[in-house]
């Protein structure tokens, strides 16, 4: 195995050319509307790596391939994979059918893409949609490259992709680039809730709970809040 690859749990790696075969393999299973947001979120993840976290590069292309593997399905196919996979479904999430397919996406990985079962890679596509109390970096990653990627034309995402890159966060020093990673999540958190409000729909608590965190730990840190 070369520095370049990443074992999975049963001891499988991957590289430039498993990364290559999974970009055709997930290609065929979406449409091309939702291809080209894949691949723009792969690339996206990839710029926001150069800037983390260099080093998980391969891992969080690999979950950004993955991260919508089910987003197609119709809420009811969600249900029969939740129950074929395991995953627990409790009375009312069917009001927040978006939030179904980061959790059967996650728990596909393992049994049809098993090279790429690497506990990075499966928790960031469980909570790219939702996000979650405790995110960590490569989690955030994934999370902001969805929000974020370049196929975007949704003025929010707009919004967002300019609020994180007209501050030239590859001139920060790590800590403020964190703080700056932060404040943007805090934003998208924040357009997120006025959305799902706005449209009458339900919040999930991991959102919630994602928002508090990070504002927490940013008026810890002394950033205070925008
Ligand atoms: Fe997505």
């Given at each position: 195995m070369n520095r370049n690859q990443h074992p999975g749990r049963d001891g499988a790696s991957f590289g430039e050319a498993e990364l290559s075969a999974l970009r055709n393999r997930v290609g065929q299973g979406m449409s091309p509307k939702r291809l080209i947001h894949t691949l723009a979120v792969e690339q996206m993840t990839a710029r926001l790596c150069a800037l983390y976290c260099p080093e998980e590069t391969?891992?969080?292309?690999?979950?950004?391939?993955?991260?919508?593997?089910t987003k197609?399905?119709?809420?009811?196919?969600?249900?029969?994979?939740?129950?074929?996979?395991?995953?627990?479904?409790?009375p009312g999430d069917e009001l927040a059918p978006k939030c179904f397919h980061a959790r059967t996406a996650a728990a596909l990985i393992p049994r049809k893409y098993s090279?790429?079962?690497?506990?990075?890679?499966?928790?960031?596509?469980?909570?790219?949609?939702?996000?979650?109390?405790?995110?960590?970096?490569?989690?955030?990653?994934?999370y902001l490259a969805?929000?974020?990627?370049?196929?975007?034309?949704?003025?929010?995402?707009?919004?967002?992709?300019?609020?994180?890159?007209?501050?030239?966060?590859?001139?920060?020093?790590?800590?403020?680039?964190?703080?700056?990673?932060?404040?943007?999540?805090?934003?998208?958190?924040?357009?997120t809730v006025r959305n799902l409000v706005a449209e009458g729909q339900i919040i999930s608590p991991d959102t919630v709970m994602a928002r508090n965190d990070l504002i927490r730990q940013s008026v810890q840190a002394g950033d205070g809040v925008q």
């Open positions: 391969d891992l969080l292309r690999a979950a950004a391939l993955l991260h919508d593997i197609e399905l119709k809420t009811e196919e969600q249900l029969s994979l939740c129950r074929e996979l395991g995953v627990p479904v409790a090279a790429f079962d690497h506990p990075v890679v499966v928790a960031a596509v469980r909570w790219h949609t939702t996000g979650h109390e405790g995110m960590t970096l490569t989690e955030k990653l994934v969805d929000y974020i990627d370049e196929s975007r034309t949704f003025p929010d995402c707009v919004a967002l992709r300019n609020l994180f890159w007209d501050a030239h966060p590859e001139d920060m020093a790590p800590e403020e680039r964190l703080s700056h990673l932060n404040r943007v999540l805090i934003a998208s958190f924040d357009m």
